[in-house]
Nanobody, 113 residues
C-alpha cells in the first residue's frame, strides 16, 4: 500500500508563503499527482494538479511559482503557495489524481497575524 507523507506546513502571516512537500513510498513516474486541502467543516477541495512536467493551478493561492513541482527520483511532489489568506487555512494533502491512494495525515497550514 502506498504511503503519503506531507510536510512543510506551519503558521504563516497573511500574505506569506509556504512550500509544501509530499513524499510517496512508491514510484511516481508518469503519475498525475494532485494537491488538495480541507478546512474544518468543509469538503476537501482540489488545489493544484501536477502532471509529469508542470503544475495546473486550481486555486488562486497557487500562482505559477511551483517551478519544481516534482522529483521523480525522490518520489516527491511540491507545492509553492503564496499570498496566503485566512481562508486558505486548512490541512493540505497530496494524492494520485487519477487513481487515488489512501490519504496521508496531511500538513496543517495556519494563516494568522
Amino acid at each position: 500500500q502506498v504511503q503519503l507523507v506531507e510536510s512543510g506546513g506551519g503558521l504563516v502571516q497573511p500574505g506569506g508563503s509556504l512550500r509544501l512537500s509530499c513524499t510517496v513510498s512508491g514510484t511516481i513516474f508518469g503519475i498525475y499527482m494532485a494537491w488538495y486541502r480541507q478546512a474544518p467543516g468543509e469538503q476537501r477541495e482540489l488545489v493544484a494538479r501536477i502532471t509529469t512536467g508542470s503544475t495546473t493551478n486550481d486555486s488562486d493561492s497557487v500562482k505559477g511559482r511551483n517551478t519544481i513541482p516534482r522529483d521523480n527520483v525522490k518520489g516527491a511532489v511540491y507545492l509553492q503557495i503564496d499570498s496566503l489568506r485566512p481562508e486558505h487555512e486548512a490541512v493540505y494533502y497530496c494524492d494520485n489524481y487519477r487513481r487515488p491512494w489512501s490519504w496521508g495525515e496531511g500538513t496543517q497550514v495556519t494563516v494568522s497575524s
